[in-house]
């Protein structure tokens, strides 16, 4: 009889182990299916928007004046532009600025020399980035800054007998919209508009309110 209840209680240990093991199996199985998931789901970011980016930039003056790259009835290509984004900076690296340097200098002939004379314009640009609602873009709150041209004044615009004066050109720089990185094709875009002109002390009264439209992909 004693043996029988010992043998009762062995099996009842038995099975209460299996039972354990059964449950820690099923346990393992449930985290392992847990992480799973949670490996499969995006980690966000607001420095995705970081990288190397080429595209391109259109220029048009209102009112609207079609590009010398766009022929009648095409839309305009726009300038091949390239920029590096890090530390909340769009940092534009040899901006087109031929369309804006002939929209302020009346002569062809002198702003063709200026244009060949003025070397690399690097421009940047500050912004806040935030998420939109479903975390399919960022947005860039767009804080630009005054765009500065320092040149020295073609020999066709100098007086006889002057030396070579240093002329500077400041563009007052606007952003009405939000920039945006959209995640789907890895894609920046952005409009700024220059809307000022101010050549030396001066306020350059005819000039007419230039938009800047870029498209870039990151590399």
Do not use: H
């Amino acid at each position: 009889m004693k043996t029988l209840t010992k043998m009762k209680k062995v099996c009842c240990f038995n099975r209460f182990v299996l039972f354990a093991m059964a449950l820690s199996i099923v346990s393992s199985f449930t985290a392992c299916s847990s992480d799973d998931d949670d490996s499969n789901i995006p980690v966000y970011s607001l420095k995705d928007v970081d990288g190397t980016y080429s595209g391109t930039m259109l220029t048009e003056s209102e009112p609207v004046n079609s590009p010398e790259n766009a022929k009648e009835g095409e839309k305009p290509a726009g300038a091949e532009v390239t920029a590096e984004v890090k530390d909340n900076q769009i940092m534009i690296k040899k901006l087109p600025v031929d369309d804006l340097i002939k929209s302020i200098i009346d002569n062809d002939e002198v702003a063709e020399d200026i244009i060949a004379n003025l070397g690399e314009i690097n421009y940047n640009i500050s912004y806040t980035p935030t998420f939109d609602e479903n975390k399919n873009n960022i947005l860039l709150q767009l804080k630009p800054e005054p765009l500065k041209i320092e040149f020295i004044a073609p020999v066709q615009a100098q007086e006889e007998g002057e030396e070579p004066a240093k002329i500077l050109i400041t563009v007052t720089i606007q952003a009405e919209k939000n920039g945006a990185y959209t995640y789907e094709g890895k894609k920046l875009a952005f409009i700024i508009k220059a809307t000022e002109v101010k050549i030396g002390e001066d306020n350059y009264l005819d000039f007419p309110i230039t938009t800047f439209t870029f498209s870039m992909v990151k590399k």
